[in-house]
Structure formats: structure tokens, C-alpha cells
């Protein structure tokens, strides 16, 4: 009598999706594998066997419930439901999204990722639609700190006024507007993009892993 390995298939029940049977992807969406079985301890008569759903790369629309089918023997199945919640991490620049500078004021912006599950490869500074990050003509620093990034330029000019944009690598971009003004002029908008770039981000570049263990107590197969 050949001993009963218990197999798992795998539903996003909130939106009526069979994602797996046994090691086999049945949707179109590489981001979701399965591991197992994984005997995890057991003699004659008990056993663990576990089962992984693994998503990578997580985006907001993986949130919602899943439910595992368990064949716990040839003639029975066993369900259990968990519900993932994903968190979208997302830049913040400190204060008023929109910022008025005098000429030859210092201006400073301070960047900061929350939510983040690691800390980003990259935080990137906009200005309008230019990368500014390496450039040494336009009079602004970018200092990398413990908690995000910060954009000094230590004498604000008029030409310093637009849309900037923090731009993470695993995080939702954030936008401020700059005003550089002189004396008492009252400072009026400055030519601005709308700040909606097609900036690639993910929620999180984490591997999400749900995870069951198949507690059997009978594991001898009674078709054979």
C-alpha cells in the first residue's frame, strides 16, 4: 500500500480565480508559483506536508482572499481561507505641496519612503521632466539619509522654480511645486509638466508568501 502525498489547489476567491493545482500555474501571470510538498516531519502514522503560493513582485491588486483546497486522502478535501492585505509604499515630501522660496533663500526638500518593505536601490529628484540627481550646474545638492532624501540648494534662483518630483525605486512618486520669488513680487505659477510620468513602481518588490500545512493523520492512500 503506497503512502497518500496530499496536494493543494490554490483560489483567489474574491475574485473567483483557480490559481494553481498541485505545481501547475493556471493563470496567465508568472508572478505566482507554487512550492511543495515539503514533508516537514512525520512517522508512520502523522504527518506535515506544507505547501507555498509565492507572488512576487506584489501590486495593490493581489489584495484580497485566497482559499487552499487541501486532498487530505483520496476521498477527502479540507479548505482554509486566509486574506493578504498589501500595503503600496509611497514617497512623501515633507510640508505644503506647494513651497515658496525667496532669491537666495536656501531652499530644502525633504523626501522619505513609508510603507516601504526594504529600503529603496534608488531615490531619484525631478525637476520638470530632467533627472537632477548627478547634475553639478544647477546649484543643488542631493544628500542620502537614513530616512529618504534631501534636495538643498544652498542660493535659490528664479530658474529653480517647477514641478519636482521624488521618485523611488520601490515606491509611489510624490510632487511639490516650487516658487522662487524676488523682494515683494508676488510669486505667479511657473511653467510646470503635470507630474504624472510614467514612473515604474511596484507596492513592493517583496516575495508574498501564503503558506499551508497539511496535517494528516491517515496518510496510507485506501484506493490502493
Not at 114 to 130: A, G, Q
Not at 152 to 159: D, G, K, S
Request: glycine share 4%.
Amino acid at each position: 500500500m503506497r503512502k497518500y502525498i496530499p496536494y493543494v489547489t490554490w483560489y483567489k476567491t474574491s475574485d473567483g480565480l483557480q490559481l494553481t493545482y498541485r505545481n501547475v500555474n493556471l493563470i496567465n501571470d508568472r508572478r505566482f508559483s507554487v512550492q511543495g510538498p515539503e514533508i516537514i516531519t512525520g512517522n508512520d502514522k502523522f504527518r506535515y506536508v506544507r505547501w507555498d503560493l509565492l507572488i512576487a513582485l506584489v501590486n495593490p491588486s493581489d489584495e484580497g482572499s485566497y482559499e487552499c483546497w487541501a486532498a487530505i486522502s483520496s476521498e477527502r478535501v479540507e479548505k482554509w481561507t486566509v486574506h493578504l492585505r498589501v500595503i503600496e509604499a509611497k514617497a512623501e515630501i515633507l510640508g505644503d505641496p506647494q513651497k515658496v522660496f525667496k532669491v537666495g533663500s536656501t531652499l530644502r526638500l525633504s523626501c522619505y519612503v513609508e510603507d516601504e518593505y526594504e529600503d529603496p536601490e534608488y531615490i531619484f529628484w525631478y525637476h520638470r521632466d530632467r533627472m537632477i540627481n548627478f547634475d553639478m550646474t544647477n546649484g543643488i545638492n542631493i544628500r542620502i539619509g537614513r530616512l529618504g532624501s534631501e534636495l538643498v540648494a544652498p542660493r535659490a534662483e528664479f530658474y529653480h522654480s517647477g514641478n519636482y518630483s521624488c521618485v523611488p525605486s520601490n515606491a509611489r512618486p510624490a510632487n511639490v511645486t516650487v516658487y522662487v520669488y524676488k523682494d515683494n513680487l508676488i510669486p505667479t505659477p511657473p511653467a510646470t509638466d503635470n507630474g504624472n510620468r510614467n514612473f515604474r513602481s511596484f507596492s513592493s518588490v517583496a516575495l508574498s508568501i501564503l503558506t499551508i500545512i497539511v496535517s494528516q493523520m491517515d496518510i496510507t492512500d485506501s484506493s490502493s
